[in-house]
């Protein structure tokens, strides 16, 4: 094997295991269990909610999304809002994802709130390009009888 060919096979094994360095710190790293907010917050629901995605409870995790409107309460022309075997598809579907969310900002406004997280999903996406994808994601929320409920997003695509 000629000296050119060892640097190359030098330079992708480093490569290789500064991927696995960086798969591994992510995964550990960070990995203790946040102490759990109140569920009649803001943080609380959207923790909760996440925690539900996670553990694939994905009743208990719908069950923090404010109920759908029957088709009379919703404005004519537009589309009706998602149905739980939608949801859950959606759901089931994020299941082979790894992911992590970092509660942010809380804004209480009446009886309307925001909550921001950042999503850090896990894709692997080849030697060469970097497999953490972060969003911003800012869930809005509403009080319904003491209780903090998601309006929105309600669907799963932060996950992806």
């Given at each position: 094997?000629?000296?050119?060919?060892?640097?190359?096979?030098?330079f992708?094994?480093?490569?290789?295991?500064l991927?696995?360095?960086?798969?591994?710190?992510?995964f550990?790293?960070?990995q203790?269990?946040?102490?759990?907010?109140?569920?009649?917050?803001?943080?609380?629901?959207?923790?909760?909610?996440l925690?539900?995605?996670?553990d694939?409870?994905?009743?208990?995790?719908?069950?923090?999304?404010?109920?759908?409107?029957?088709?009379?309460?919703?404005?004519?022309?537009?589309p009706?809002?998602?149905?739980?075997?939608?949801?859950?598809?959606?759901?089931?579907n994020?299941?082979?994802?790894?992911w992590?969310?970092?509660?942010?900002?809380?804004?209480?406004?009446?009886?309307?709130?925001?909550?921001?997280?950042?999503?850090?999903?896990?894709?692997?996406?080849?030697?060469?390009?970097?497999?953490?994808?972060?969003?911003?994601?800012?869930?809005?929320?509403?009080k319904?009888?003491n209780?903090?409920?998601?309006t929105?997003?309600?669907?799963?695509?932060?996950?992806?």
């Amino acid at each position: 094997m000629n000296s050119s060919n060892r640097v190359l096979v030098g330079f992708g094994i480093g490569i290789a295991v500064l991927v696995i360095i960086t798969i591994i710190l992510v995964f550990t790293l960070g990995q203790k269990s946040a102490p759990l907010f109140s569920e009649n917050t803001p943080e609380g629901t959207v923790q909760r909610y996440l925690q539900a995605i996670q553990d694939r409870e994905y009743t208990k995790a719908y069950s923090y999304i404010t109920p759908v409107p029957t088709p009379t309460d919703y404005p004519k022309g537009y589309p009706p809002p998602q149905s739980f075997e939608y949801w859950m598809q959606s759901a089931q579907n994020s299941a082979n994802t790894n992911w992590r969310a970092t509660l942010g900002q809380t804004v209480i406004s009446g009886d309307t709130a925001t909550v921001g997280i950042k999503v850090e999903v896990f894709r692997s996406q080849g030697l060469f390009n970097n497999p953490i994808h972060s969003n911003a994601v800012t869930f809005s929320l509403k009080k319904v009888n003491n209780l903090w409920l998601i309006t929105s997003p309600t669907e799963l695509y932060w996950i992806y």
